[in-house]
């Protein structure tokens, strides 16, 4: 397995995919630096009147609704339905889901465009399959990712997405029934803002260049919480860690890789 995942980060930096993010401002900077650090080209685009365009031309896209508005929610669902249209791969990042009923209204309306990969944290999960019949608490989750299983396997029933709960732990679920749990990472990433969303980014440029969408979820999910582990020992705090974080998903070695890695198949 471990040889295997390690070739689809090969074939990031060998390929460097174009992907096409309509991301939230608050992490556009860092999300266009990690996909850069892994080997693929970010183009941050959310004006109407290109997305098609740009869609077209990209090897998948990221859609992320974080700092969502009526103009980049529009954008969203053009870039949805180009990238459905287009059978290109697309990542689905429901911040804040639950949080509002707008949030819920757009987020039912993307799904119907059946993203390739559902990316989100336990709570998301919840909301998303409204499966959460307690209050969300923002953009953090509440929950823990075992408790999202259901809800994740409800949205793959529907939408034939691969569904990716993460948290301590990450779970990948998909529709042939398998299921991948990832135990790598360091609790100081929750006090980086947006490597959940740095993961969804990740998630689009491995699923754009590898066939397998499932693994590929995996392998991204891995690298980032590999990095991040290695990254935590040269940090004395979360704004280290950022800069630690980016150099190692630029320079993680195989070897570290395969010796940090924790990844286990039912």
Not at 138 to 165: F, K, P, R, T, W
Not at 177 to 184: A, C, L, R
Request: with cysteine.
């Amino acid at each position: 397995m471990e040889k295997t995942l390690w070739e689809y980060i090969q074939s990031v930096k060998d390929q460097s995919p174009l992907i096409h993010n309509i991301t939230n401002y608050v992490v556009m900077n860092n999300t266009a630096n990690a996909l850069l650090a892994v080997g693929a080209s970010p183009v941050m685009a959310h004006a109407k009147s290109e997305i098609k365009d740009m869609a077209s031309i990209a090897s998948a896209v990221l859609i992320n609704i974080g700092t969502l508005d009526e103009y980049w929610s529009e954008a969203m669902l053009i870039a949805a339905k180009a990238a459905h249209t287009l059978n290109k791969p697309w990542v689905l990042d429901p911040v804040g889901a639950g949080a509002t009923p707008y949030r819920n209204e757009i987020l039912q309306k993307l799904l119907q465009y059946r993203p390739t990969v559902i990316r989100g944290n336990a709570s998301e999960i919840l909301a998303l399959a409204k499966s959460n019949s307690s209050v969300t608490k923002g953009v953090d989750s509440i929950a823990l990712s075992n408790e999202a299983v259901q809800a994740a396997l409800d949205l793959v029933n529907d939408y034939g997405s691969i569904v990716c709960i993460s948290g301590a732990t990450d779970i990948i679920l998909n529709d042939s029934g398998q299921i991948y749990f990832i135990k790598n990472g360091h609790p100081m990433m929750t006090k980086v803002t947006g490597l959940g969303c740095t993961a969804s980014a990740l998630t689009a440029a491995f699923i754009a260049v590898t066939e397998n969408k499932t693994e590929a979820t995996t392998a991204a999910m891995a690298l980032l919480g590999i990095a991040g582990e290695l990254a935590e020992k040269q940090s004395s705090g979360p704004g280290s860690l950022q800069m630690n974080l980016l150099d190692k998903l630029y320079a993680v070695t195989e070897t570290e890789f395969s010796g940090y890695l924790k990844v286990a198949m039912e």
